[in-house]
């Protein structure tokens, strides 16, 4: 008995833990093997990934029979049957085409592009090995429907649908769920500290408002960003990039861009990875001397201000300064001090450090995962806001902790920054200036000498060149100790009205969760969630108004979903989705985000939708709380608790002294900006005529959530061998928020009499005031994209992009909207991934239609650019290695994206990248 128990123990044990292993090939329809191919036992969460020869082994528990499921990005899936243990399956999979992939974003569920209720656009894998560009992040711009401004050259800015800033607050960008908006900035520095290329899985793009799903700041669009997971992605990879940028102004300069990968499964239960990205090259200078507000002006001219020549903004009416005595021989005219090249202001050097790693832990060997995901990113750049900043050193690291499931995610994570060596280079240039030569000293030379040399019979323009050389002696020239010394010493200064360096250590915390009921409900797929976040702003009074003690404010939201599909006929099906959300911010009261959309689909080919929604912004923190002297305007936020928190001291004139009685100083507080105001434009034109009756209270409202409400309608159809994906939206806006320049008298209220002599005295300051706009501010356009297989196996593909701004200019003339977009876009892409064994090829073209950029730092037109980018891949198998060689910007045109910024030059470049599936 006891020898029969002791077999039937060892028989059950040894069928407890039998396995089966399945071992097999991906092959595409030309027999080429297919890396990096999804394989799965269906019905579980145990696969694996095809290595770069398309060879794959799955080890399981389970007993056949059962089946094993192959796809991959690009190609139609394919199903097997496994009838027997150690069974060898060979799957050839069909080329699909773009509308069949795969993906998320949307409705926070899987579903085929096709069958997406909102237009997205997704590059995946397929896309990155043969895009032209320089690097994935950059490839974006050949997307459909998609911006990308280039503020440096490792600093590019993502928006759709226009009213695009380098400072877009209206657009998010999410790496793995995290959001990758700067604490300090409230919007994402580009790629600066986000992803390496070797990590990357997928980025989808959801153009347009979609707030329902994501919340307040997912006004523009959404970017999202997800990397491999080690279970499903192992081993080791890398991609090396080396090259030059060559640009008229700078040169020709190395690049060099690595990235390194690796990734491991330790058991069924637990796999970690590790991710490390360098990049290193020289920005794009810039370099124009143009003035900002009269391109006709040159540094000949009294009052200068370069659009990249720091230190000349400040400026001041000579006459107004000068003494009684010889005030009647001064002219009415503004006079600016001689500022420095940005050139002299910076070495351009542009750099990005970045790691991070994930432990992932599966305790029941199935689809329930723990995670914990690191992140540090340290880099140098230029950031274009409301002055040009040198961002040194800068600092950035995020901590996440998730639980999820096929049905659930729980996340949590930080977010915290430094400025590191950061500094603004306009205020380097002033107090430059400064340190040799103090303002008032500076205008007292030149009035005097002018005043001297007009009484010895000089001419005025004479008299003019006489005062600014006196002014100008003792000038520290670029170059010399004496500068050098008086530049570190600025940038180590964090105090404006000495120095320019920019300090920050904000945070914030963030947490969102999402339940999917399908596994509960059958008779539709419903979702709940929702998010919470709290700042945490710490600038040491630098950016916001926090001097004493960091600000701390809070926001959360919650929302459902639920999407019926209805199979009206065989060949007919309806998708709807209807979802809403509340957000409440603690400064607002809460907002209802609807959104309802149908996608008909007809004989599978056909798929025609249409949705509706609202979607809402918060302002932002810079809105609410920033406090910052940019040199021809404060910055002054208008949270209700922040506009006694800024507080400066002014000279008074002294005419404002001796006729009407006032100190010899006045203090005021952000509040005057809000509530004893005119607009600048009245105030420039008082200037003008001399007209007092010009002169326009403003008083602007303080802040609140701006709101949109928008429509969309979209087609995406298969003819055979062509695609076709078209859309078409109309946003309406409400509350428009928006920066009004003000003017705010030293003394006496707005609209008495002593309050119009305090203009005529130069008794004022400006403001730049954050509210909400009552112009009616509506946008509309459309997309349309085309691609196909010309002579056997050639890809062409191509799109037209639409933009139009509906908005009465003329009668706001004080409110900008920072459209910033182009009217007409065309994009076109033309190669073959296998034009002969293991080579492939790509061009890839851009051009946009000239369109005039308003923005704090400056307006001015965009001219129209042409842009061809190329490359050339050949695939060696043996070594599973990929080498590139490209270039981008190919015709050598040099062109800009923005007012303000260096000409974007050409790059070229060889990469080898090893086992990056």
């Known amino acids: 008995m006891k020898t029969i128990l002791l077999y039937s123990m060892l028989f059950f ?46 080890t399981t528990n389970l007993n056949p029979p059962f089946k094993l499921q192959a796809s991959s990005v690009g190609f139609e899936t394919a199903t097997e049957d496994i009838t027997a243990p150690n069974q060898k399956v060979n799957f050839i999979l069909k080329e699909g085409n773009a509308l069949d992939e795969v ?9 085929r592009i096709f069958e997406s209720p909102v237009t997205v656009e997704r590059f995946g894998l397929k896309e990155i090995k043969n895009t032209a560009s320089a690097d994935f992040y950059d490839g974006l711009e050949n997307l459909k429907g998609v911006d990308v401004n280039t503020n440096s050259l490792t600093f590019k800015s993502v928006n759709t649908r226009g009213f695009a800033t380098f400072a877009n607050n209206r657009f998010m960008q999410l790496v793995d769920g995290m959001d990758n908006s700067t604490p300090a900035l409230n919007f994402p520095i580009g790629n600066l500290v986000g992803m390496t290329e070797t990590d990357v899985l997928s980025v989808e793009l959801l153009p347009g408002a979609s707030s329902a799903l994501y919340g307040a700041n997912a006004f523009n669009g959404i970017l999202f960003m997800r990397s491999k997971n080690p279970f499903d992605h192992q081993g080791i990879s890398a991609s090396i990039k080396r090259g030059m940028t060559s640009q008229e102004a700078a040169g020709d300069n190395p690049y060099t861009d690595l990235s390194f990968r690796a990734g491991y499964k330790f058991s ?53 300064e000068a003494p009684a005595s010889v005030k009647g021989i001064i002219p009415d005219v503004v006079v600016s001090r001689t500022g420095y090249n940005e050139r002299d202001l910076t070495n351009y050097n542009a750099e990005s450090v970045k790691s991070d790693w994930g432990l992932y832990y599966r305790p029941w060997e199935n689809d329930f995962e723990v995670s914990y995901v690191g992140k540090i990113g340290t880099g140098s750049t230029i950031y274009q806001g409301t002055n040009r900043y040198n961002i040194n050193n800068f600092f950035q690291q995020q901590h996440k902790l998730e639980f999820k499931n096929d049905n659930f995610f729980l996340r949590g994570y930080i977010v915290t920054d430094k400025a590191g060596d950061s500094y603004d280079m306009v205020f380097t240039g002033i107090n430059i200036n400064r340190a040799w030569k103090d303002d008032t000293q500076w205008f007292e030379e030149y009035i005097g000498t002018y005043a001297a040399a007009t009484l010895g019979g000089a001419t005025e323009e004479e008299s003019h060149a006489a005062a600014r050389a006196q002014a100008e002696s003792g000038r520290y020239l670029p170059g010399t100790p004496e500068y050098q010394a008086a530049f570190n010493k600025s940038i180590n200064d964090p105090d404006l009205s000495t120095g320019s360096k920019f300090q920050d250590a904000s945070k914030y915390y963030h947490s969102d969760a999402n339940y999917n009921l399908s596994h509960l409900i059958d008779f539709a797929e419903i ?4 998010s919470y976040r709290r700042y945490s702003l710490n600038s040491s009074g630098t950016i916001y108004t ?35 959300r509340y957000d409440k911010s603690e400064f607002f009261d809460g907002f209802l985000s609807p959104r309802i959309s149908a996608g008909l689909t007809v004989n599978q080919n056909h798929n025609i939708r249409a949705s509706v929604q609202t979607g809402f912004r918060n302002p932002t923190t810079q809105d609410l709380f920033i406090g910052l002297d940019a040199g021809r305007a404060i910055l002054v936020g208008s949270a209700p608790n922040n506009l006694d928190r800024y507080v400066r001291t002014f000279d008074v004139s002294e005419e404002g002294q001796t006729i009407y009685g006032q100190d010899e100083t006045v203090t005021q507080t952000g509040r005057v900006a809000y509530e004893n105001s005119y607009s600048a434009s009245s105030v420039q034109e008082l200037a003008d005529t001399g007209n007092p009756a010009v002169l326009e209270i403003s008083n602007p409202d303080i802040i609140k959530p701006e709101q949109v409400s928008s429509a969309e309608i979209g087609y995406r159809g298969k003819f055979e061998n062509l695609i076709v994906d078209f859309s078409a939206y109309y946003n309406k806006y409400k509350d428009f928020i928006s920066q009004e320049v003000v003017v705010s008298p030293y ?4 609209g008495t009499p002593l309050s119009i002599a305090a203009i005529s005295n130069d008794d004022y300051q400006a403001y730049s005031t954050y509210t909400n706009s009552k112009a009616d501010v509506n946008s509309y356009g459309a997309s349309i994209g ?103 910007n190919l015709l050598g045109d040099e062109y800009f994206t923005a007012f303000g910024t260096g000409h974007i030059g050409s790059m070229y470049y060889v990469s080898w990248t090893i086992n990056n599936l």
Not at 13 to 42: E, Y
């Open 786 to 888: 085309l691609s196909t297989k010309v002579f056997g196996d050639f890809d062409l593909s191509g799109s037209y992009t639409y933009a139009k701004l509906d908005f009465d200019r003329n009668k706001y003339p004080d409110f900008t909207t920072n459209f910033n977009t182009p009217e007409h876009k065309f994009k076109a892409s033309f190669g073959n991934t296998e034009l002969i064994k293991n080579v492939g090829f790509n061009i890839a073209y851009r051009y946009s239609d000239d369109y005039f950029w308003e923005a704090t730092f400056g307006n001015g037109l965009v001219p129209e650019y042409h842009v061809v980018d190329a490359q050339v891949n050949v695939k060696i198998p043996s070594f599973k290695s990929i080498f590139k060689v490209g270039a981008t």
């Open 13 to 58: 044990c040894g069928f407890s833990f039998s396995q089966t292993t399945i071992t097999g090939t991906v092959v595409d329809d030309n027999s080429q093997p297919i890396p990096g191919a999804n394989i799965i036992i269906i019905g579980t969460s145990t696969g694996n990934v095809t290595d770069f020869d398309g060879n794959f082994t799955i």
């Open 747 to 750: 003394y006496g209220e707005v």
């Open 268 to 320: 069924e239960k637990f796999a970690a990875k590790i991710n490390f990205g360098y990049l290193k090259g020289t920005d794009w200078a810039a370099t124009s001397e143009t003035d900002k507000f009269n391109e006709n002006n040159t540094r000949a001219n009294t009052d200068y201000d370069g659009i990249n020549v720091y230190g000349d903004e400040v400026s001041a009416n000579i006459r107004s």
């Open 546 to 580: 926090d001097l004493d003690s960091p600000i701390d404010y809070s926001e959360f939201g919650i929302y459902t979903q639920i999407q019926k599909n209805l199979e009206l006929k065989d060949d007919l099906e309806l998708k709807l989705t209807g979802s809403i």
């Open 527 to 530: 979702q709940v969630g929702g």
């Open 103 to 111: 993906v998320i974003s949307a409705s926070r569920t899987p579903e």
